[in-house]
């Protein structure tokens, strides 16, 4: 079993900033790939941002240019670093992480979300 706490959502105005964390924990024998999803009221998750072990990432266009991932790998952790905020960034924010438990077992993972809501 794989776990994922998330962290650092809340209420900001446009223009303002976030940083998200997401701590992975349990039969962890590597963490491939970790990444942010978000969902707002009748719209479907979608990607925001991932991070691959090797550093290499890739962002929604949205958010090309404010949003930055990053990942601690001695402490399972990624985190969202979210600037200059628009209201339609609004949504509750989700960690994935895909990976191999110990047993060599494959795992996708969801944290159980964060909301973010930015002010006009």
């Known amino acids: 079993q794989v776990q994922l706490v998330e962290s650092g959502g809340g209420l900001v105005q446009a223009g303002g900033s976030l940083r998200l964390s997401c701590a992975a924990s349990?039969?962890?024998?590597?963490?491939?790939?970790m990444g942010w999803y978000r969902q707002s009221p009748g719209k479907q998750r979608e990607l925001v941002a991932t991070?691959?072990?090797?550093?290499?990432?890739n962002y929604t266009d949205s958010v090309k240019g404010r949003f930055t991932i990053f990942r601690d790998n001695a402490r399972n952790t990624v985190y969202l670093q979210m600037n200059s905020l628009k209201p339609e960034d609004t949504a509750v924010y989700y960690c994935?992480?895909?990976?191999?438990?110990?047993?060599?077992?494959?795992?996708?993972?969801w944290g159980q979300g964060t909301q973010v809501t930015v002010s006009s």
């Open positions: 994935n992480a895909v990976g191999l438990t110990y047993a060599y077992r494959r795992f996708d993972s």
């Open positions: 349990g039969s962890i024998f590597r963490l491939n790939v």
């Open positions: 991070v691959t072990s090797g550093g290499s990432t």
